[in-house]
């Protein structure tokens, strides 16, 4: 018997994550835009700056779709006084 995943047409299992609130951003933007400054400064070719942004297509799609799947939980303790 074979488990349906999410690009089968069935919803994947919701896993249980930290709250968001309780860590830092993890937007691959910031990556992106630090990335895209080095292969400037450093006179990187065409083909370079391609591959990072078909890698930068490939997280943001993670980012996504763990925002779909993943299920918020505060840490005990945090933030209580």
Same mark, same amino acid.
């Given at each position: 018997?074979?488990?349906?995943?999410?690009?089968?047409?069935?919803p994947m299992k919701r896993s249980t994550v930290i709250k968001s609130s309780s860590l830092p951003m993890r937007?691959?933007?910031?990556l992106a835009i630090l990335f895209w400054l080095l292969l400037d400064r450093l006179g990187a070719p065409g083909w370079a700056f391609g591959v990072l942004w078909t +890698?930068?297509? @490939?997280l943001?799609?993670?980012? +996504?779709?763990s @925002?779909?799947?993943?299920?918020?939980q505060d840490v005990p303790g945090f933030g209580e006084k």
């Open positions: 018997m074979r488990r349906g995943g999410f690009f089968l047409g069935h937007s691959p933007l910031a +890698l930068v297509g @490939l943001v799609l993670i980012w +996504l779709i @925002l779909k799947t993943e299920s918020a």
